[in-house]
């Protein structure tokens, strides 16, 4: 099985020039005693919106592993793709993480349903998994609805597993996710989830399920702590239990969709892996662009002016920006500063209500999560903006390296 290790983290690069300064944040946590796998991420919808292709990600993971001469495994994630999108991955991807939102809720085929209770059936009432206090208890009702919500995709989840297995001759990761969907999945459902995987024979590594309480984009999370806390424990026991069960492989983990900065949620994740001795994989796309952005916006009165552009365009275009992302976004538009706001009051304003600074006054999550999906933006100023980002490389990628370690690795995994 592909060596993902204990730790790893996925890191995402909407325009593909920070490799070196996000490795350099990788480093720093096996400087602080955590041995982290750098996975570079990129979703095929965000190479559709900066008109990107999957071979550039390697490319740049490769450069910055030469650059900065990393020995360790490192790996590259075609994230949230499915049969149709795969093939452009394959010569280039070493962790396919095969959506299956688009199947959750549609039924499977009665035979199979069969087949799969009684492949379940010594768990069809209730489940003991070692750790958690209460039973698990599950009626013939609600398991009815588990297979009806979970059984074809995981199916689906084959057919793409099965194809890229033929299609690959190199070890691989594989993840499922179904972070994208309207409703959490209980620790119980994850079980049922898992145990889909067993049945059709999908060696999953990393699970990525969606969460209780809100994963916007760039901010911090949003939800009942504890709730939170006791879902994240009974999920990292439920993987222990269900993958000696039902034979799964032994690096399986959970993977946390994080959509960047959830910093009341990191410590929480960061004690119970330590106390379960257990592993995890963390994604945090797109606040390397975030951090560019940020950087431009307060390096002097081009890259402020520059800032200023992208912002009131993406206020004229907030619906075509924002609808990719309905359930990982809260914006109150009453809250989003005016454009003449930040003129008024130069850089410093700005680049404060943007950087994710918990105790400044002027930080605003509603201006930074529209910021954070203006990178479509960018991608198409194309020249004008690549110029700052070379204009200002230095302070990028130090921005770039800071956030990531001290915000995220080192809050998530160094002790
Ligand atoms: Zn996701």
Request: hydrophobic share 40%; glycine share 4%.
């Amino acid at each position: 099985m592909a060596g993902l290790g204990k730790y790893s983290f996925g890191t995402g690069d909407r325009f593909g020039k920070e490799g070196e300064a996000q490795l350099r944040a990788v480093l720093q946590a096996w400087e602080n005693g955590a041995e982290v796998t750098p996975v570079w991420n990129k979703s095929h919808r965000e190479h559709e919106t900066v008109n990107s292709k999957p071979h550039l990600v390697r490319e740049e993971a490769n450069a910055a592993i030469k650059a900065l001469n990393f020995s360790g495994k490192y790996f590259v994630d075609a994230d949230h793709i499915d049969l149709k999108k795969v093939d452009a991955y394959l010569p280039v991807s070493n962790f396919f993480t095969i959506d299956v939102a688009d199947y959750i809720g549609k039924s499977a085929a009665e035979k199979e349903k069969d087949e799969f209770l009684k492949f379940i059936a010594k768990f069809q009432q209730k489940i003991n998994i070692p750790g958690i206090q209460s039973e698990f208890k599950i009626s013939e009702e609600e398991l009815d609805e588990i297979l009806e919500t979970f059984l074809f995709a995981a199916k689906k989840a084959s057919e793409v597993y099965s194809y890229i297995e033929e299609n690959k001759s190199e070890e691989f990761v594989v993840e499922v996710s179904m972070d994208e969907v309207e409703n959490p999945q209980t620790p119980e459902e994850l079980f049922f989830v898992l145990a889909t995987f067993a049945f059709y024979e999908i060696p999953v590594n990393t699970i990525a399920p969606k969460f209780t309480g809100r994963f916007n984009k760039g901010i911090d999370y949003e939800g009942d702590l504890e709730k939170f806390s006791k879902e994240f424990e009974e999920d990292l026991l439920v993987l222990d239990f269900a993958k000696k069960e039902f034979g799964l492989p032994a690096d399986l983990k959970l993977s946390i969709h994080s959509g960047s900065d959830k910093f009341s949620i990191y410590p929480i994740m960061n004690r119970l892996i330590k106390k379960h001795n257990t592993g995890l994989h963390v994604k945090t796309a797109g606040t390397t662009w975030v951090e560019e952005i940020n950087v431009i916006a307060e390096s002097g009165e081009d890259g402020f002016e520059f800032a200023l552009e992208i912002y009131e365009e993406a206020l004229n275009r907030f619906d075509e920006l924002t609808s990719p992302y309905p359930d990982v976004l809260d914006i109150d538009k009453s809250k989003l500063p005016k454009v003449a706001e930040f003129r008024n009051n130069g850089c410093e304003k700005m680049a404060k209500a943007l950087r994710h600074n918990q105790e400044e006054p002027l930080f605003n999550p509603h201006f930074r999560q529209l910021m954070h999906c203006a990178y479509k933006l960018a991608a198409e100023k194309d020249e004008n903006f690549f110029k700052f980002i070379e204009k200002y490389r230095k302070s990028i990628e130090e921005a770039v390296t800071h956030n990531l370690y001290e915000k995220h690795l080192k809050r998530v995994f160094v002790k």
